[in-house]
């Protein structure tokens, strides 16, 4: 069963599944983060919601330039867990299945795309308490405890990623 965190389901309630992908991305201890200015304002893993047909790697990819302006590579699948929320935005109650991977800020292509979003490079111990659910501290603080590599290498990375989950 995939870990829950926030509120639970409300009874009667009905949920849709939307699955996203959400990145951990780290450069020297500061952590590459999107703030999202509305429906309220947050910080954010930067990521979002995988499309019918799209991939969930795909998705990291497109999510996170147009939230942040840059690419990413090397992307590692660290776990997943679920959000039950309302998501004004879409006037939605949605089932949030969010599968969370460590990848490696490339490049800064330009600014986000995303309206009301901004990326924010953030000290490591500062991100983990401005993030602004759950699940995302409990990511984040699971790759600030594993062991600084000794390499950039994905093997590291996918030899780690079971712990991490």
């Not at 020297?28 to 304002?41: K, M």
């Not at 000290?123 to 699940?135: H, P, Q, T, Y």
Request: charged share 25%; net charge positive.
């Amino acid at each position: 069963m995939i870990r829950r965190f926030g509120d639970s389901v409300k009874t009667g309630q009905r949920y849709k599944l939307r699955p996203g992908a959400y990145g951990v991305l780290m450069r020297n201890r500061r952590i590459l983060l999107t703030h999202q200015e509305a429906p309220v304002p947050e910080f954010q893993l930067p990521g979002g919601g995988v499309d019918p047909g799209e991939s969930a790697i795909a998705a990291l990819h497109r999510e996170v330039f147009e939230e942040t302006g840059w690419s990413i590579a090397t992307p590692v699948r660290l776990g997943a867990f679920r959000r039950f929320v309302y998501m004004p935005e879409y006037d939605l109650w949605a089932e949030k299945l969010c599968m969370i991977y460590a990848a490696r800020p490339a490049s800064r292509r330009g600014p986000p795309s995303e309206p009301d979003h901004r990326a924010v490079w953030m000290a490591s111990n500062k991100a983990v308490n401005a993030l602004g659910n759950d699940g995302d501290r409990h990511f984040l603080q699971r790759v600030l405890r594993t062991p600084k590599p000794q390499t950039k290498s994905r093997r590291y990375f996918e030899t780690r990623a079971t712990n991490w989950g």
